[in-house]
């Protein structure tokens, strides 16, 4: 008996010492540019309890969203009796899981936290099971939401697909789907849409494709793919050939928000966590970041209704015709239209067409830029939630 309870005890102890570790863990990546901000559920421990050790943890707990060595990151925990072998080992497992990124500098690892999403989320794409999915969705609406919505800069933006620009558009080459491409250094790989594999592992099913491959990825976010088996490299002329259809099934192309690319989206309102919350709120552009708008020249409109079908926000205010069955656009609505241009590649009559905005955003160059800016101007919490709160509230 005396035993039973010792080892009673000794279980209690350990998970305590565990839950301050995941605690510390928590609150440490709160600080870094996307917050991680606690619930009152506490679902976000039990998402930290499955993509870190408790020994990972610790090790984390050294790290940033600043890119270091090992050799920098040993410095930190050499008193702990790790050798640098051993912490190598760890760091690389760790990127394995998706828990930390990695990149390639002159032939050298460099290690950094990133976001829950961008970043831990999208690397379960290979091991995605229905209990992580409901954890991570349960966390997006009840306390991380807000986090990704709320930086000053947002990690994702929107850019027209390829069928809506024309040349008279003259479009800047970093909003241009296919110079995005072709500007890479050839490091280009395409992955699993890790939200339509979290929706099917619950039987919730995508209602705009049924192609899960549509997710690509470049330069550092290839290397990950490859590295990790999160996804296979390919070509450019492949890359176009999956973006092709990917616009062919309506889906919105969210960019990493930099001028050299690190990733694209194809995106959907019923799967994807933020264009399905966007989507949700008074004005969804008012947290999207894009350059441009659709015009609508309602006398062209032909009464077909395909494009309020596939807008994903609800922008295009339709009406019955007077027999009542045909469905007309008559307006387009500024603060839900994202500026994608799926209803201008929907619409065959040529009532549709993309504007630039008056005040045009030219992005981060990459993605050091766009954090070392969201950290600059990162607010208090109380702040944020007020800002959100209004934005939120449409007003």
Known sequence: MKQLKSRVKDGMGIFAESHKVYKKLQKHLDKQPVGFPATASGVERRILREVFTVEEAAIALEMNYKFQTVEQIFEKVKDRGIS??????????????????????????EYALHPFAVGIFEMKVPTMSANFYMDARKYMYQSFG???????????????????????????????????????????GVAECVCRKGRDAVGRHCRETDRREVCIGFADFHDMYSRNGFGRSISKEEAFEILEQNE???LVLMPSNTQEAQFVCSCCACCCACLEAVSLLAKPADFVKNNYHAVLKADKCVACGKCGKK???EAIAMQPEKDGKKIK?????????????VCVAACKSGALTLAKKQIQTAPPIDMDTLYEEIMKQKKGTMRRTLDIGRKVLGI
């Open 329 to 341: 656009a008559i307006g387009i609505d500024m603060n839900r239209c994202i500026g994608c241009g």
């Open 248 to 250: 062919k099934d309506g």
């Open 146 to 188: 807000m986090a990704f919505l709320s930086t000053a800069l947002p990690q994702m933006r929107v850019i027209p697909i390829e069928k809506s620009v024309t040349p008279a558009l003259n479009i800047a080459t970093y909003d241009e789907i296919r110079e995005l491409v072709l500007q890479n250094d050839g490091r280009i």
């Open 311 to 313: 807008c994903k926000t």
């Open 84 to 109: 640098e072998e051993r912490l190598q080992s760890m760091l690389d497992n760790m990127e394995r899981h998706g828990a930390i990124f990695v990149r390639m500098v002159n032939g050298k690892k």
